[in-house]
């Protein structure tokens, strides 16, 4: 792989980034990757060294127990619940489902829905979030691009990699405007529990059957190891057919215990939204003051940062940090976003004054 | 669900028969899952139990070192080899890459595979094994059903439910007469670990490129939990197309631990084919003094009989033997066997004579 390419690599490739630059993988500071800082829940780790036995059994192919689990977690019906390997399987399987002649994905955002369209035999429009507008989505210019054509609609909320988010409100009026045009909304909130407010759209599952929510584990939970992911529905003829195409037991015994577990975690949650809400708005405030800097705000864990000084490249500041063991990411591969873009997450405070002292330096 | 429906239930669906019959779960004698009564290997415990913490990474998205190990272990290339979350995940992908337009499955066979090939829209023969050739397979009769029309043939060796088994020379030669033809060959190897002899087509794939062999872990190595299997292949161009459809990370980091050490673990490998090929010869000598039953040899670690008593049924002997806690497998929903098949593994010696006794005395 070429040095260069390495800048938008994904936090998951820290094997890559630690042979290429010397680095011990364990010193890195892995500010790409967007995990949770508080690491693996312990109640998971126990449940799971404490039932390795169970490895010797099938999963419940209807995974009824860990369904309930997300019920009581998220308030949707069990009935309305698939869970899958992540939320990538989810995603596929969902766009596989629908196989949308034409779809129009949100972006600059995660290049896996883009991908799936294509397998499917569709084509994709991306419907810029515009720079000028602070990334924030334009609902006339959406309403204007979907039409009895578009047979799906794909959003992140809140948004990776611009941590912008939508109401429920502007979700809602979305959603009307999509079930006019008989348009799928496909909403990935694989971030949203890390913002403060009140933006799921799993509440407005049971109201409208072109919605599908899909949410991971791997950020929130910190377990991207186990690939445990779930999608809520209440189009039930959408659910039969997606469990059609569905392999049996995608997801293992040990994401089946540990999820039975993380769901319930309440110390773990609460510990999570204290430490990324307080560090975020410390950061957000620290970064305001930075030279040569605009910060976007985020309803995220990660931050969205355009360096001003033309001089400065993306992948500039990502090789000044690697030297003191910080892994940014480059956002310059996302579409719409050119070599100005880095995005990085918030982990503990000591790391993140460790970034906002290197990054500061930096931008001098 | 009704009770009818049950006799012929997947062995991995213990819950369901402990409900209905108002068995404790733990007290059953699974008879009918095929699984390794060694259980599951204390290396694979323990390396799960002291790697929990491992969860918050993302698998090695190439599996490098997960594959190495499989590659040490069936003598195939590293570069030829898959893997998935389960042989159920590689056998979807290879049919769905391949989306024949006409399949011919060895039957009675898997249900899976028929299932695969409708989903990608291609309809597929049952090539029956027959019951006047003991199941064995006729080699002229395939040979003048597989045309220049046919996408894919897809074989089980040893072939469940009914034990038997082809030669790596009657493969060989399989695999020229597809290549006339041009036919891919997928061969499932589910249980070929536990046969005495060499009949793996491992060794077939690096000369045969329409060979896709396809084996699962959670037969042998009784870990059904963890969803792991692998698929071997030396056509760059198949595996290529695989890969762009695959989802990335469908194996978990528990299932990559555990795969690291079980494929190395030579005592429980030996000791597993020990006690299976004793049991095996112990029970088939067993059974075939037993009156109103014909026993099919066998090279896998189950056996198929047929009731010669034209007054009891399979779903009889299933009602009995649940009684004594022992749970078989009523083979009647499988193509061409009718109402007297039953199908039942091996585990331990105690556990065999138990069934050996049970069902000597309903059969009388």
């Not at 940090?321 to 892994?327: F, H």
Request: net charge negative.
């Amino acid at each position: 792989m070429k040095k260069e390419a390495l800048h938008t690599l994904h936090g998951g490739d820290l094997d890559e980034i630690s042979r290429i630059y010397g680095i011990d993988k364990n010193k890195i500071l892995n500010f790409s990757g967007n995990v949770n800082p508080l690491g693996l829940p312990e109640s998971v780790k126990k449940a799971i060294a404490e039932n390795t036995d169970s490895a010797i059994n099938y999963p419940d192919v209807a995974y009824v127990s860990l369904r309930d689990s997300i019920a009581a977690y998220t308030g949707a019906d069990r009935e309305h619940i698939l869970v899958g390997n992540g939320s990538t399987e989810l995603i596929s399987l969902f766009i596989k489902t629908i196989s949308p002649k034409k779809a129009v994905i949100i972006s600059p955002a995660y290049s896996e829905y883009l991908r799936e369209v294509e397998i499917s035999g569709g084509t994709a429009e991306l419907f810029p979030l515009s720079e000028d507008e602070g990334f924030m989505l334009s609902m006339d210019k959406l309403k204007a691009v979907i039409t009895e054509e578009t047979d799906l609609l794909v959003i992140c909320n809140p948004n990776n990699p611009t941590g912008t988010y939508l109401t429920c409100d502007r979700i809602r009026d979305i959603l009307m405007h999509c079930q006019s045009t008989d348009t799928y909304v496909m909403i990935d909130e694989t971030y949203v529990e890390f913002s403060d407010k009140e933006i799921s759209a799993i509440p407005l599952a049971k109201t409208f059957g072109n919605l599908f929510v899909v949410r991971g584990t791997s950020k929130f939970f910190a377990c991207p190891g186990l690939r445990l992911g779930y999608g809520i529905c209440s189009d039930s003829d959408i659910l039969d057919r997606i469990n059609e195409r569905k392999d049996p037991w995608s997801v293992n015994i040990f994401a089946e215990i540990g999820g039975r577990v993380m769901f319930t975690d309440k110390a773990f949650i609460e510990d999570t939204i204290e430490l990324i809400s307080s560090e975020r708005k410390r950061m957000y405030t620290e970064l305001r003051k930075f030279e040569n800097l605009f910060v976007y705000d985020t309803q995220s864990n990660f931050f969205l940062c355009k360096i001003l000084n033309g001089k400065i490249t993306s992948a500039r500041i990502f090789e000044e940090l690697i030297k003191d063991n910080i892994l940014i990411r480059d956002a310059s591969d996302f579409p719409y976003l050119g070599n100005r873009y880095l995005r990085f997450c918030i982990l503990d405070k000591k790391s993140n004054t460790l970034l906002l002292n290197s990054l500061r330096k930096c931008l001098k």
